[in-house]
């Protein structure tokens, strides 16, 4: 037997308040209302725009259709996007479609809107239909019964606020409240909700008992001393879960309590007189440290790892920098990483000079921050040999750019990156 699951849009897949809150406000200050309080506005996602005017604002049914318009006004022009996918539904979707389950959305938005967030965020391509609400047709009930399979199937209705179980129960499917989005778990239960999940991981194991958490991705981020890679970290994790992603930060070397301590041996200025093999056996002991106890089981979870520096460190700074060799330093790294690759590495492209004035001007530099810049150039070169070798794993960026423009870079190259691993 086919099963369908079909999704309610805001507070289900996606959290909306944002945009649906500045076009409420607008509304009302265009037809010359009080602005809503924000009592009122929690209220606002789930029921009907007219509905919600009239009887959350007060208005009569003629001042609902003209707020109505003023409200689609904003939200099509920038509302829709002051949006953020809910943790966990990107692998929601994910395990429905491997366990083989028809996927829809059923919607109170209009068709447009709706259509255009989930292209935006990478949900489209999970979805078999669109059923979207219109001034003749705004009941869930009736968008249910638009969609439905003609043959027999199991079907499934989710969706976080009463009029999504009252619809699904009408239309005769099964229905499963999404107590994390803006209704409340009372509200579901008493609307008569057949299936309660907390989280969208639990209405995964709900919906397909047994299923696997399919697997996330790691990423890294690389560049010279003083190319920002701690400003784009944070820029590039807030892009990433607004779409959804669930990240999470590591370091090397460190990401571990023994890479830690090992990160405080190379990095103090005590050790001046550690050699160079040294320096690179400890950094391999602490990559493996950090690729089995933290960087594994982190994918494997789900979730989108996000290292500041990763082995191509090691290759440009004691393969290029100590002149031990590219080849030698992946030969010491080899069992190390035993193929733990990322996905993509972010290269954020700063010639050595302007690097060392950037990172001097900053605070105390570190052991290998006072090398010669004889070394730091070698450390450049050592980095685009890398890059030149497998250009397919990089996104060269160049770090002299605006800091906006270099976050929107990193973002489009990412979202391309992890959008098409899905």
Not at 154 to 180: N, P, Q, S
Not at 233 to 242: A, G, P, S, V, W
Request: charged share 30%; aromatic share 8%.
């Amino acid at each position: 037997m086919d099963r369908w699951v079909f999704f309610d849009l805001d507070g289900t897949l996606t959290q909306s308040e944002e945009g649906i809150w500045k076009c409420a406000r607008y509304a009302a200050e265009r037809m010359g209302f009080p602005p809503p309080t924000e009592e009122m506005l929690k209220k606002w996602i789930g029921p009907p725009l007219l509905w919600s005017f009239q009887h959350l604002m007060g208005m009569t049914e003629e001042e609902a259709r003209r707020a109505q318009e003023y409200y689609r006004e904003r939200y099509t022009a920038a509302g829709k996007y002051e949006n953020r996918v809910y943790p966990g539904v990107r692998s929601l979707l994910r395990t429905l479609r491997a366990q083989g389950v028809h996927m829809g959305v059923v919607t109170g938005k209009p068709e447009g809107p709706s259509r255009d967030i989930l292209q935006h965020f990478g949900l489209w391509k999970f979805m078999e239909c669109l059923a979207c609400a219109t001034d003749a047709r705004p009941e869930k009930e009736d968008l249910i019964r638009s969609v439905l399979p003609e043959t027999g199937a199991e079907v499934w209705m989710v969706g976080d606020r009463r009029f999504d179980m009252e619809g699904g129960i009408a239309a005769g499917v099964h229905t499963l409240g999404a107590a994390w989005g803006y209704g409340s778990e009372e509200e579901l239960r008493s609307s008569g909700a057949e299936e309660i999940a907390r989280t969208p991981w639990e209405a995964a194991e709900k919906l397909c008992p047994g299923a696997e958490r399919p697997a996330g991705a790691f990423l890294s981020m690389e560049g010279l001393d003083g190319s920002g890679k701690s400003t784009q970290m944070e820029r590039l994790t807030e892009t990433l879960e607004r779409y959804g992603f669930e990240v999470e930060h590591t370091r090397e070397p460190g990401g571990t309590p023994i890479g830690e301590k090992i990160r405080e041996i190379l990095l103090s200025r005590e050790n001046m007189e550690m050699t160079d093999m040294t320096e690179a056996l400890l950094y391999a002991a602490g990559r493996a440290q950090h690729v089995r106890e933290r960087i594994r089981p982190a994918v494997a979870t789900g979730k989108v790892l996000l290292c500041d520096r990763f082995l191509d460190s090691s290759v440009a700074y004691q393969g290029g920098g100590r002149q031990l060799g590219v080849d030698r330093v992946l030969e010491i790294n080899a069992p190390a990483v035993e193929g733990t690759l990322p996905l993509l590495t972010v290269y954020l492209d700063l010639d050595h000079r302007t690097s060392l004035r950037r990172r001097s001007a900053a605070s105390e530099l570190d052991r290998m921050e006072i090398q010669k810049e004889e070394f730091h150039a070698r450390v450049e070169e050592g980095y685009h040999e890398l890059i030149a070798r497998n250009p397919e794993r990089y996104v060269v960026v160049d770090a002299r750019s605006d800091r906006d423009e270099i976050a929107k870079a990193i973002a489009e190259a990412v979202l391309e990156k992890l959008m098409a691993a899905e």
